[in-house]
């Protein structure tokens, strides 16, 4: 396994024209992985507590108050009314607008519940956002080099270059499209595989927080089959909060729901589909 990832590692340094590049320095950070958590009962919820946020120039919150907690390697649902602030919700979790108040954390907690550490921020970096109709942001011309966009442009060392293949072929095996060619055209996919190839360009970063909005959106029946089934292989691996309308579809996967109501109050709700 671990020689096919390198292979293709290798095939992506071998396309870089400009070795000493380096696309940006958020790509760069994403890849130190801290050394894995020993095994012990402590568990780490991410935890939104009284969010409000008032875009900039402007006299209304969109979300007012916002507050939830997600353990980790659980699956939330965030559903509700168009325009009440869902996917602004998620852009605040991303990192790429920050709340007018209110906090955004990890916080490890001891199988009792007490936290047992001072909480710690999100870090942007280490978090995985699949937008609305990812497909259509697809900029390369291969499969490869979409999944590696963003990647360090410049010499690494054996070490990275080692890491970098291993993640890259675990985003791959994860969403089933180790089975194609590496030099596929993304636009000539199926809907099912543009969204498992899409999870994988966030898989191969290894996020702490896999974010979906509407994941299901504008596939057929069969995709959206697929689509579900992926998710729910993903679950026991990652921590994933998704927005969608499609309750019925992914009612089996969610461990914890909440409504959005106009105006941007999010409230627990269990799913009645
Ligand atoms: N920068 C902004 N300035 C002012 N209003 C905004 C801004 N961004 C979004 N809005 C408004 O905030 C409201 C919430 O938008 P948002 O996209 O978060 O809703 P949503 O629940 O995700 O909707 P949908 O389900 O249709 O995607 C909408 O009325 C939108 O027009």
Not at 113 to 119: A, C, D, E, L, T
Not at 178 to 202: E, T, V
Request: glycine letters at 6%; charged letters at 25%.
């Amino acid at each position: 396994m671990a020689a096919s990832a390198f292979s293709a590692y290798s095939l992506f340094s071998s396309r870089i024209s400009e070795p000493s590049t380096l696309i940006s320095s958020k790509s760069r950070s994403t890849f130190k992985r801290p050394p894995p958590m020993k095994i012990s009962c402590d568990y780490s919820c991410l935890e939104v507590k009284d969010v409000h946020y008032r875009p900039p120039g402007t006299q209304v919150n969109l979300l007012n108050g916002v507050s939830f907690s997600l353990p980790e390697k659980s699956f939330g649902l965030i559903f509700g009314q168009s325009g009440s602030g869902k996917t602004t919700l998620l852009q605040l979790l991303a990192g790429l607008s920050k709340p007018t108040s209110g906090s955004i954390y990890i916080q490890r907690y001891t199988n009792d519940g007490k936290p047992n550490q001072s909480p710690k921020s999100l870090v942007p970096e280490r978090i995985g956002i699949v937008f609305q109709f990812p497909e259509r942001y697809f900029v390369a011309d291969n499969v490869l080099d979409e999944v590696t966009f963003g990647w360090p442009r410049q010499r690494v060392g054996l070490q990275l270059k080692e890491h970098l293949a291993l993640n890259l072929q675990r985003a791959l095996n994860w969403v089933g499209l180790n089975g194609i060619s590496l030099d596929k055209d993304p636009h000539s996919l199926s809907g099912g595989y543009k969204r498992r190839l899409a999870l994988a360009i966030q898989l191969a970063q290894v996020p702490d927080l896999l974010i979906l909005d509407e994941p299901l959106a504008g596939l057929d029946w069969k995709a959206r089959a697929d689509v579900v089934k992926l998710l729910k292989h993903l679950k026991k691996e990652l921590t994933i909060l998704v927005v969608s309308h499609d309750l019925k579809e992914l009612e089996d996967l969610v461990d914890r729901s909440w409504r959005m109501e106009m105006g941007g109050v999010l409230r627990e709700e269990s799913l009645l589909v």
